[in-house]
T-cell receptor, first 115, second 110 residues
Framework: DAGVTQSPTHLIKTRGQQVTLRCSPK?????VSWYQQALGQGPQFIFQ???????QRGNFPDRFSGHQFPNYSSELNVNALLLGDSALYLC??????????????FGEGSRLTVL | EDQVTQSPEALRLQEGESSSLNCSYT??????LFWYRQDPGKGPEFLFT???AGEEKEKERLKATLTKKESFLHITAPKPEDSATYLC???????????FGSGTQLTVLP
């Protein structure tokens, strides 16, 4: 049973560039959430998608946007990168029907470094 | 606003030396308290979900308990492979997301 898969695992960008991160949810899951984890901190919620729509959003600027595809996979886009965007970006999947109670399953993350 | 505070920030134990990690939380209408383990450079790995005060869950050397204000992760006779950062998170009210604490970095020395 494939777990949550993310790509790329590592990437380096310069300030002002744009980045796209990808995520495939765990088999059978239809809901994808994205989190940002700075070094030494806990993950912070960016947004959640199901049925191809953004359902809830955390305290992140509009530079952060996303998309969910019909096969439930998802992308996270960040425009006009800042040094402070350097972090581990985590994708988590779950069942929509358990979205208020069930646990999240996380991928290994994409490590973004902005120079 | 949901809040989670974990203590201590770091803990060093000798192999076999039992201890507990603390997670204090403030949430409006708890809909779940979650414990995760995270190894360096990896994503969090799910351990337990607790839903109501008095509930307990166990897995190997780990036992999680829950009160109305805090949760404890008890580690009995830890081994070096238990070394990791342990994260606590809550989901409250109508929120779909989890709110995480900053974690406790556990090191178990052989």
């Amino acid at each position: 049973d494939a777990g949550v898969t993310q790509s790329p695992t590592h990437l380096i960008k310069t300030r002002g560039q744009q980045v796209t991160l990808r995520c495939s949810p765990k088999s059978g899951h239809d809901t994808v959430s994205w989190y940002q984890q700075a070094l030494g901190q806990g993950p912070q919620f960016i947004f959640q998608y199901y049925e191809e729509e953004e359902r809830q959003r955390g305290n992140f600027p509009d530079r952060f946007s996303g998309h969910q595809f019909p096969n439930y996979s998802s992308e996270l886009n960040v425009n006009a990168l800042l040094l402070g965007d350097s972090a581990l970006y985590l994708c988590a999947s779950s069942f929509r029907l358990a979205v208020n109670t069930g646990e999240l399953f996380f991928g290994e993350g994409s490590r973004l470094t902005v120079l | 606003e949901d809040q989670v505070t974990q203590s201590p920030e770091a803990l060093r134990l000798q192999e076999g030396e039992s201890s507990s990690l603390n997670c204090s939380y403030t949430v409006s209408g708890l809909r779940g308290l979650f414990w995760y383990r995270q190894d360096p450079g990896k994503g969090p790995e799910f351990l337990f979900t607790l839903y109501s005060a008095g509930e307990e869950k166990e897995k190997e050397r780990l036992k999680a308990t829950l009160t109305k204000k805090e949760s404890f992760l008890h580690i009995t006779a830890p081994k070096p492979e238990d070394s990791a950062t342990y994260l606590c998170a809550v989901r409250g009210g109508s929120a779909r997301q989890l709110t995480f604490g900053s974690g406790t970095q556990l090191t178990v020395l052989p």
